[in-house]
């Protein structure tokens, strides 16, 4: 987030950072191609998770 950013921005130095939201598969995201350096990815797999998490068993 921008607070996160804020927060950081003295380890930065000049360089420019940015956070936004990105929904791969379900985006146009080639007005950020070529844009980057690296992607740090959060909250990616909690979806995964539920979805993989076995049922309740009783004994």
């Not at 607070?3 to 929904?23: C, P, Q, W, Y």
């Not at 844009?35 to 995964?48: G, H, K, L, N, P």
Request: aromatic content about 6%; proline content about 3%.
């Amino acid at each position: 987030t921008q607070r996160n950013i804020e927060a950081n921005s003295g380890a930065f130095g000049d360089t420019v950072v940015k956070s936004m939201m990105l929904h791969w598969n379900q985006e146009d995201t080639s007005s950020v191609a070529d844009t980057f350096d690296i992607i740090v990815a959060s909250d990616c797999s909690s979806d995964i998770a539920v979805t993989c998490k076995p049922p309740a068993t009783s004994y």
